[in-house]
């Protein structure tokens, strides 16, 4: 008789794992499946409401496909009754005619780039309607604001075949990507968390269904695209990590490579950063905006780092202080000033690049995580003090300008002198038009509202899906969050603790800030919703 020799440890993993391949693998797939449904029902509710204003508009008014025109002469037609003088229409039509059709030219994404059309001081004069805003000389914009703005309904940059092609093929590229990655994590791991993964999917799903509706089909980006391509590019990324055994040690010998990390994309923002519009915040390296690489890395230094000292800050005591200090129990100063200065670094390397909302939300998780470890609230009480001091007085001063504009748009968001500061009032009117039930999925005006697919994705929510609505998403991150919370409790080892920790609360803190400042409870911090607002981060 043959007989076999196995660990406690070999048995307990082969009985979970057995167990785990029935019960959590099925109800992984039945969230991802119900999440998969959910997207696609949004989608198509969205997808109908754009095409049908699409096609109302197309019956109103002749619709001229700019990526398509032969010469000058198609255009009169569209600029004809916008531009009275026959000649300013001429020459009108043959610029934008030159700019669409020119060498080296691409497709237009938007109909708003015929505002980057400028005409000579010398060329403006030629004609009434430019040489009123010529001044005193330089280059002027051949359409002003108004007359893009009424010249817009009668142009588009695709057809709707073509919208509807791109948004068939991006809506089954990111289902099926949440797909691949429920599989390949129940592949390699077979241990997994079934309903963490598909409450992301929820997430993001009800995201790509926004990024479609804020936006008009044929005239303008089609940002569900770019926001498919950051959720395909971050879970091949989470599928890269599967593969990381974050218990081995030395991981925790590597806590000051990813500060070192941080600190040096810190510096290239700084050095080489531009903002976006006539924004001065350093946020933009090339194509890309590195600020969640940046928190990521710190979230590892502050992970690797608690990891190892938590047991010294939470039971040992500086014993150099005056006695009438030694009863609030601080800890050793050795034990922390690596830490404050590396957290004192960041915050200086963000406010030099004048995007304070990061600066924000780091210094709140540093807080939050020492308050954990140390098992004691007194001290970050008064730390949580002084940094709203610190931004305070930043508004006091007028510096960062950032910080002083954002904070007036909270104080006053009806009547303010910022440029742009109707953001927030836009916020709160899209948020009372959805009501209890919301306009529905593609109706509304979402669009109206400054940088809706960025900071106010919320406000867009609110107003399609209403107060039921924004409460089922509240409830679906409170989930999300708590899972993260309990996965970070039964970690095996500190370092998977205080990671998964970082993380969870590096999400809701965002999550917070955000939402405060789309309700104008807090000012704008400049962060993202997660899951849900634009961009391939």
Known sequence: MTTTVTTSEQRRHRGAARGLLTRAAITQIACLTVASCCTIIATGLVYRAKIQRAGHIGSVTRVLNLNTIQGADDLLPALSGLIEDEGDRRFTAERIARFVMGAGSRNLDHVGDLARLRVSASDAKRFRRLSARAGSGGDVSLLSPTELAQLKPRLAVRGLREFRSQLFWWLAYFVLAFHAAGLLSWWILRKVDGVLLGIAHLLAGLGFAVMVSVRDPVRDTLVFVPFAQGAIVGLAAFGATLAIDFRRAWLRQLTFLPLLGALALSALLILFGSGPGSSQAKVNLGPVQPVEGIRLLLILFLAGYFAR???????????????????????????????????????????????????????????????????????????????????????????????????????????????????????????????????????????????????????????????????????????????????????????????????????????????????????LSGVVTPFLSYGRS
Not at 310 to 339: C, G, M, T
């Open 309 to 523: 000292k938590w047991q010294q800050l939470r039971s040992l005591r500086e014993k150099s202080l005056p006695a009438a200090l030694r009863r609030w129990n601080i800890p050793r100063i050795a034990d922390v000033q690596p830490l404050a200065a590396s957290v004192g670094l960041g915050l200086v390397f963000f406010a030099l690049q004048g995007d304070l909302g990061p600066a924000l939300l780091f210094a709140s998780l540093f807080l939050v995580m020492y308050a954990v470890t140390r098992a004691r609230v007194l001290l970050v009480t008064c730390a949580f003090a002084m940094l709203i001091g610190g931004f305070w007085a930043g508004y006091e001063l007028g510096w960062p300008r950032t910080v002083s504009g954002r904070v007036a748009m909270w104080w006053s968001p009806w009547d303010n002198g910022v440029r742009g500061g109707s953001q927030v009032a836009h916020s709160l009117w899209a948020f009372a038009s959805g009501e209890a039930t919301g306009t529905g999925f593609g109706l509304g005006d979402p669009e109206r509202v400054p940088a809706v697919h960025t900071d106010m994705v919320l406000a867009a929510i609110g107003e399609q899906v209403g107060f039921v609505g924004i409460a089922v998403v509240v409830a679906l991150f409170i989930a999300f969050f708590l899972k993260a919370f309990r996965i970070a409790l039964r970690s095996t080892t500190e370092y998977e603790c205080f990671l998964a920790l970082a993380i969870a609360m590096s999400l809701a803190l965002q999550l917070c800030l955000i939402a405060c400042g789309a309700l104008d409870l807090l000012p």
